[in-house]
């Protein structure tokens, strides 16, 4: 199942670390993998800390500020999630500079972010 839903997504070239999840199985391009349930939690490059680490901040986000994702704009929660991730280490002015570079010829109208989203709790967007 995850096989089919790196493709397209992942490139060819990505390196692909993997645990022994059974979702796992088949995916060959795999460069190293652990087996959490014999404990081997580190093998050289191969780990899941990174992603645990993402999902964790992904949560919180949902807990502490989101409180529920809906269909229509969870891909920006991952997006932004992603990039906060990944400027994590970088110090607050280059996190609001890449922000601000980030806003740039970019428009968010009120009526766009009330629209209603279409379903049936009446939810907006």
């Given amino acids: ?3 089919c839903f790196m493709e397209g997504r992942a490139d060819e070239a990505a390196q ?3 645990d022994d999840r059974r979702g796992y199985i088949g995916i060959d391009r795999a460069h190293g ?4 349930s014999t404990g081997d939690h ?3 490059m191969a780990h899941t800390n990174g992603m645990e680490s993402f999902c964790s901040m992904l949560e919180r986000a949902h807990n502490g500020v989101l409180h529920k ?3 229509k704009p969870a891909d920006r929660y991952v997006t ?3 990039g906060r991730h990944n400027a994590r280490e970088a110090d607050t002015t280059d996190q609001m500079e890449g922000k601000v570079a980030g806003m ?3 428009r ?5 972010l009330i629209a209603v989203s279409g379903l049936p709790s009446g939810a907006r967007a």
Avoid: I, P
């Fill in 42 to 44: 580190v093998r050289d």
């Fill in 16 to 18: 692909v670390y993997k």
């Fill in 1 to 3: 199942m995850l096989q």
């Fill in 33 to 36: 993998s652990v087996c959490h």
């Fill in 80 to 82: 932004e999630s992603a």
């Fill in 104 to 106: 740039a010829g970019k």
């Fill in 108 to 112: 968010l109208r009120y009526c766009d």
């Fill in 69 to 71: 994702f809906s269909g």
